[in-house]
């Protein structure tokens, strides 16, 4: 980038280039790197988990599934450590996201990233309250199914909880000891649903694994099927992360990125590959709808799950907060009477609108595949691989940069088709299912 734009990103940000990072109403480099491995452990284990055996085993199958989490495992890691070693680049310290795009290409690579990543945090926090919902609803069938209560109105209740746990924690570091609360729900809900499984597994004769759909839906729904398992491990979001992250920042995110590919996915494959295994292509698209069991054990894993949506949630919508707070000047008290009034005021409102679209169309297998496509690919595929390319095109050896151009162009071409896919899907879901479906 030159030196023109350069400085148009800095009168841009209202700030000369220095080695501190921008301003911001939250806290940065106050958390160790294992507290934000668990942020991303939070993030890839949260309740989302309960649909892959559905969204990525049933359209792939055994090989390819497998194949498939394995490699986004192993491309997602490389693309993420991309990010994270030039959180600190050109002598200052890139706490969002836009502010790196913008640095390394220029104001309208800020805007856009902005909007890219705006979308793909509102996609994950509306998928967040379908999940909330759905288990919601899961517990209230288990003890009353006389279809009174529908889907909408648990989403409604869902996206309520949502706004008071919001209002109530002012940023992400303030998360702390909920943390350990969400790795807590996350196990119960994947052990109960793995435990679950293996016994209906065991009991039941051989399931059907073969690939349900003519020959045209097999190619979309295994385009779709991509998406959702780039969308399983990434978040959108690492440098917003990584800003919370103690110094030396880059070193101490590194540690947190290897706790979170080794460690942290190792619950997902159990659940992902027991569930599938289980019901092979009956699997349904909530793992919990599909197990059989003792009330008690279904109960406690629908509630775990609701509990640790909730909290899953505001990381993926701190970038949005943080925006805000720094924009209006939130600072101090987060109890001071005129913080906690803006915090009412536009968070609530904000879960307001993700709620409404949440109950308006609950399709949580679409929703993950256009969220891989059209933001997912995009800012940790396409963006990551370039930024690297442009901030170390000195450093790189020639095979070096023919590989970062190859994952340019692969992911920039399969987040086309991954688009076209969702699309599809969720046309073909419109045409099954009404608004504010009852699923």
């Not at 160790?32 to 942020?39: I, T």
């Not at 991954?418 to 073909?428: D, H, W, Y």
């Amino acid at each position: 980038m030159g030196g023109d734009d350069r400085e148009l990103v800095d009168s841009y940000h209202g700030r000369v280039h220095d080695e501190e990072a921008p301003e911001t109403a939250h806290q940065i480099s106050t958390d160790s790197w294992l507290q934000v491995g668990f942020v991303l452990t939070t993030g890839i284990n949260s309740a989302y988990v309960l649909g892959y055996s559905a969204a990525v085993m049933v359209p792939l199958g055994w090989i390819f599934g497998v194949l498939a989490l394995i490699a986004a495992t192993v491309l997602s890691l490389d693309a993420n450590i991309l990010v994270a070693k030039i959180h600190e680049f050109g002598g200052k310290r890139h706490i969002r996201y836009r502010d790196l795009a913008g640095y390394i290409y220029g104001r309208r690579a800020y805007s856009l990233t902005w909007g890219l990543q705006y979308l793909n945090l509102f996609m994950i926090n509306t998928g967040y309250i379908i999940l909330s919902g759905e288990a919601l609803k899961a517990t209230y069938v288990l003890y009353r199914d006389d279809n009174v209560m529908k889907l909408p109105y648990f989403i409604a209740i869902a996206g309520f909880v949502c706004a008071l746990f919001a209002i109530g924690i002012p940023h992400l570091s303030a998360l702390g000891v909920w943390l350990g609360v969400s790795a807590f729900f996350s196990m119960v809900y994947i052990v109960i649903a793995i435990v679950l499984s293996v016994r209906d597994g065991i009991k039941a004769p051989a399931q059907d694994y073969s690939i349900p759909g003519s020959s045209a839906s097999k190619i979309f729904s295994t385009i779709g099927a991509c998406a959702s398992v780039v969308f399983a491990f990434n978040t959108g979001m690492l440098p917003e992360i990584q800003a919370t992250i103690r110094q030396p920042a880059v070193p101490n995110m590194l540690k947190s990125l290897y706790f979170q590919f080794t460690v942290g996915v190792l619950p997902l494959y159990a659940v992902t590959f027991a569930g599938y295994w289980a019901y092979g292509a009956n699997t349904s698209t909530y793992l919990l709808d599909s197990v059989n069991g003792p009330v008690w054990m279904r109960t406690a894993a629908n509630v775990a799950a609701f509990l640790q949506s909730v909290i899953a949630l505001h990381i993926f919508a701190s970038p949005m907060y943080e925006y805000l707070d720094t924009r209006y000047g939130i600072k101090g008290s987060s109890l001071s009477p005129r913080n906690l009034s803006f915090r009412i005021a536009v968070r609530g409102g904000y879960l307001t609108i993700n709620t409404f679209v949440a109950a308006l169309l609950p399709f949580l297998g679409d929703f993950m595949s256009l969220t891989g496509a059209i933001s997912t690919f995009p800012l940790t595929f396409i963006l990551a691989n370039h930024m690297f390319l442009v901030a170390k095109k000195t450093k790189l050896s020639s095979l070096g940069k023919l590989w970062r151009w190859f994952n340019v162009c692969f992911f920039g071409c399969l987040a086309v088709a991954a688009a076209i896919a969702a699309l599809r899907l969720i046309a073909v879901d419109s045409k099954t299912y009404h608004l504010f479906a009852d699923l």
